[in-house]
């Protein structure tokens, strides 16, 4: 089951490997898949077969022991279909139930597979293939049904999450998270939901061109106890509330957690975290369930560590707000007001007249990498980082289809051309494992990361908690002090989620490396920016022998600078259209994190006539790189080429020898 249990604790019963002996942890097999892409799954083990998603929503089925793969499942998402995700053509993990293993694929489809074959046995498409809506998340099999969400929110899509029968893929319900734009009813189970609570949070806006957001794309978790679904909803488009809704309104469901009821869609409670959020501060980070003591008596709560920065603390009977705390560096707001459940914002915060310098930043104090709760310790284990960015108003902006409607545009987020520069920036973003007390909000201790975008979490009844980082190491920390007890080099990131199992007596540790994701994707600070390796399946057992195949990267391409003639007013244009529509794909300032091409290396930059052929004809569509000839003039393709070729040039100049 996804996440361990209902719960989605992340919490592991066996405790075969434990303190005492996990220095002897070793490989037991590995498995190379077919794709360098970004690999944020967690896997399953059902009856001693392993099932994992990986890029591109394939399926894979492995014999839990032995490491044989047993099939194989590629639903062939279209490539030119990469332009609908905001992070990667990723995918978070399949579900199981009843001889089924069920997926959601890039392009929007919701398919059942035979866990004993591979082969499908029903496929229904969940969005309309006109917006750009897009799937990463796990589903979630609940009470004979499998509930599916979306994502696209970046680009401009209405949110919504549904629920199809097991058995035959006919929809039961569907939830939508934002009023629909023309104020009718849409004859879903969420009618009565936003006419009593949405529909008069939302004013004249962008948001009606856009579809307003709120996409469910991670988060959804099944309270067996309560008989309810909780559900972590995205954030709005565009980001800026300004324009999306006039600065007006709380802008329900953005950035809350909504209870349902799992038979029939129907709203029970809501909680907004974020109103009338204007940062992409979503709420559809993972979400943990448990029963703990809250001032002298046991409360049944859910836990969050959104987005936004604070720990939040829910009764989950009420969706009563009992405690929120920052685990982070935060400084948009000065706390929650435990009164009123909303935060204490600062001046200058919303960025309506001036730039403001934020902590946490659209990147998240927390992101999706799961969580975990240890019920020996008490403790939760969690993944946080500090990437700080510029949010500033942008004059400019219109709704733009293939690419962000965020509302929000800097220059003060441009990278430096000087190396020392962006040796300063880099050594100033900052991630870290800790151990946080949710019942009184505190910190327990903290294992600094080499950088932000570290993994999901796996904590143990041996005392262990597992995570990868960006380096593409595997940790092991002792749970209560979180000393560094052991380590792996996977040869690159780990961004998935580990997980243990036990075969015959044997306990393993499972984890998939796989460089990619939002930020491994972007990020022009990846110390070696070669290539990238396939992602790889580990699994760990104590005497585990085995080794890895060195990984020989293959050198970097010389830098391609055009014996064309660009003018500084080109070059201009090119950096705003660059930044807003290639650069979340191949890297800021041109510099890629090597898992997509840079384009300061690429032949096509020499030439037009091939530049336009791969940017505005779709020659390479089939990998992933759409044909942008709906938005860009060939005088913008033209821009964007004077652009990429000034930033080639510096390139050269840095590495004369190359």
């Excluded at 690159?492 to 796989?514: M, R």
């Amino acid at each position: 089951m996804h996440g361990g249990s209902y719960a989605e604790q992340r919490f592991s019963a066996l405790d075969q490997i434990g303190i005492g002996n996990v220095r002897d942890l070793g490989l037991d097999w590995s498995l190379e898949l077919d794709t360098n892409r970004g690999q944020e799954t967690t896997p399953l083990v059902v009856d001693g077969r392993i099932y994992l998603t990986t890029a591109w929503s394939k399926v894979v089925a492995i014999d839990a022991r032995s490491g044989r793969k047993l099939w194989q499942f590629d639903p062939k998402v279209p490539g030119d279909s990469a332009v609908r995700g905001c992070c990667d053509v990723v995918n978070r993990g399949a579900a199981y139930y009843d001889g089924k293993i069920f997926v959601g694929t890039f392009d929007g489809r919701l398919i059942a597979l035979s866990a004993s074959s591979g082969n499908p046995i029903w496929s229904v498409n969940t969005v309309d293939q006109s917006r750009p809506y897009s799937i990463t998340g796990a589903p979630r099999v609940v009470k004979g049904k499998v509930i599916i969400g979306n994502a696209g929110a970046e680009l401009g899509v209405r949110g919504y999450v549904s629920a199809y029968d097991a058995h035959t893929g006919k929809q039961a319900w569907r939830f939508y998270t934002v009023p629909n734009a023309d104020g009718k009813a849409d004859g879903a189970a969420s009618d009565e939901a936003l006419r009593k609570f949405a529909n008069s949070s939302w004013f004249d806006g962008e948001w009606k061109k856009t579809g307003g957001g709120g996409t469910v794309w991670d988060a959804i978790v099944y309270d067996q106890e309560l008989d309810q679904l909780y559900i972590g909803v995205g954030n709005g488009t565009p980001w800026n509330h300004r324009y999306r809704s006039g600065g007006q309104g709380d802008n329900l469901f953005l950035s809350s957690i909504v209870a349902l009821n799992p038979d029939t869609g129907k709203y029970i409670w809501h909680y907004q975290e974020t109103p009338a959020e204007t940062w992409d501060f979503t709420a559809t980070q993972p979400i943990i369930l448990a029963t703990l003591p809250i001032e002298g008596r046991l409360r049944k709560v859910l836990m969050q560590a959104p987005k936004n920065g604070f720990f939040y603390l829910l009764d989950r009977v009420s969706g009563q707000l009992i405690s929120a705390r920052p685990f982070a560096h935060v400084n948009w707001a000065t706390e929650i007001d435990p009164a009123t459940g909303r935060p204490r914002e600062v001046a200058g915060a919303r960025y309506e007249k001036a730039p403001f310098l934020m902590s946490p930043s659209a990147y998240g104090a927390h992101n999706w990498y799961p969580m975990a709760f240890s019920p020996k310790t008490g403790l939760v284990y969690l993944p946080v980082q500090d990437v700080p960015f510029f949010y500033q108003q942008d004059g400019g902006y219109r709704y733009r289809p293939q690419t962000f409607n965020l509302g929000t545009y800097s220059d003060k987020n441009a990278l430096p051309d000087g190396e020392a520069e962006r040796k300063a920036i880099a050594a100033s973003l900052k991630g870290a494992l800790i151990a946080w007390d949710p019942v009184h909000q505190k910190e327990v201790w903290r294992a600094e990361q080499p950088g932000p975008a570290a993994a999901g979490v796996l904590a143990t009844a041996g005392g262990l908690v597992f995570e990868g980082n960006p380096t593409g190491a595997f940790e092991a920390f002792d749970a209560t002090s979180g000393k560094r007890l052991w380590k792996f080099q996977a040869e690159t990131q780990i961004v998935g989620s580990p997980i243990s199992y036990a075969v015959n007596g044997q306990q393993y540790i499972l984890v998939v490396s796989g460089a990619g994701g939002g930020y491994g994707l972007t990020s022009p600070f990846t110390a070696d920016k070669r290539p990238k390796p396939n992602g790889r399946v580990l699994a760990f057992r104590l005497g585990g022998k085995a080794s890895l195949n060195a990984y020989q990267a293959p050198s970097l391409m010389p830098s391609v600078v055009p014996s064309d003639v660009f003018t500084t007013a080109q070059i201009g244009r090119g950096e705003r259209i660059y930044e807003t529509t290639c650069g979340w794909c191949h890297g800021p300032g041109g510099v890629s994190g090597g898992v997509l091409p840079d384009l300061r290396r690429s032949p096509s930059l020499a030439d037009k006539a091939t530049w336009n052929s791969v940017v505005l004809e779709g020659l390479l569509q089939d990998r992933g790189m759409v044909n942008f000839s709906k938005t860009l003039t060939p005088q913008k393709a033209e821009d964007v080429r004077a652009y990429v070729a000034s930033k080639a040039r510096l390139l050269r100049a840095q590495e004369p020898n190359n």
